[in-house]
T-cell receptor, first 115, second 111 residues
Framework: NAGVMQNPRHLVRRRGQEARLRCSPM?????VYWYRQLPEEGLKFMVY????????ESGMPKERFSAEFPKEGPSILRIQQVVRGDSAAYFC?????????????FGNGTRLTVT | EDKVVQSPLSLVVHEGDTVTLNCSYE??????LLWYKQEKKAPTFLFML????IEKKSGRLSSILDKKELFSILNITATQTGDSAIYLC???????????FGQGTELSVKP
């Protein structure tokens, strides 16, 4: 049973370009979460999605960031017009249901570097 | 403001030592507390705690929750170099849709 799969593992973008990060949850998991980890900081919540629905995006920056989890295919975190401050590790996590009953399982992350 | 605070932020010990990592929280409508271990890659799940006073144990690791005093501890006995990692505490709160992490404790075990 494959774990949470994220790709790419490393992504380098120049300022102003777009970054697209992909996440395939564990089999049977319908809840997806995105977290960002800046150097020397803990994991910061960004967005919580279920299939075709954004449940909570309170951690997403107001501009340039968007996320989706379509009916078919992986969840995508999209960052438009990247800036140096977007450089971070972006982790995706999934769970089979509500967090009351099941812990999050994390992918290995995508390390985004903006040059 | 909802928050999770871990201490110490970093810790250096020698193999065989016992360590205690601390996690305190202030959140709305607490649901559960989780511990994760993060090496170079993904955080890996260690424990999920929902009830006060019940110790969870896995090998040399154990953890307990105090919902009255709003904290949890993670103990590691007879530490090994392979225990070197960042240990993350996280709290599920507010109808279970949110998970907030502490800053982590970076543990380094020297041979």
């Amino acid at each position: 049973n494959a774990g949470v799969m994220q790709n790419p593992r490393h992504l380098v973008r120049r300022r102003g370009q777009e970054a697209r990060l992909r996440c395939s949850p564990m089999k049977g998991h319908s809840h997806v979460y995105w977290y960002r980890q800046l150097p020397e900081e803990g994991l910061k919540f960004m967005v919580y999605l279920q299939k075709e629905n954004i449940i909570d995006e309170s951690g997403m920056p107001k501009e340039r960031f968007s996320a989706e989890f379509p009916k078919e295919g992986p969840s995508i975190l999209r960052i438009q017009q990247v800036v140096r401050g977007d450089s971070a590790a972006y982790f995706c996590a999934s769970s089979p249901g509500h967090l009351d009953n099941s812990p999050l399982h994390f992918g290995n992350g995508t390390r985004l570097t903006v040059t | 403001e909802d928050k999770v605070v871990q201490s110490p932020l970093s810790l250096v010990v020698h193999e065989g030592d016992t360590v205690t990592l601390n996690c305190s929280y202030e959140v709305t409508n607490f649901r559960s507390l989780l511990w994760y271990k993060q090496e170079k890659k993904a955080p890996t799940f260690l424990f999920m705690l929902t009830s006060s006073g019940i110790e969870k144990k896995s090998g040399r690791l154990s953890s307990i929750l105090d919902k009255k005093e709003l904290f949890s501890i993670l103990n590691i006995t007879a530490t090994q170099t392979g225990d070197s990692a960042i240990y993350l505490c996280a709290v599920v709160y507010n109808q279970g849709g949110k998970l907030i992490f502490g800053q982590g404790t970076e543990l380094s075990v020297k041979p």
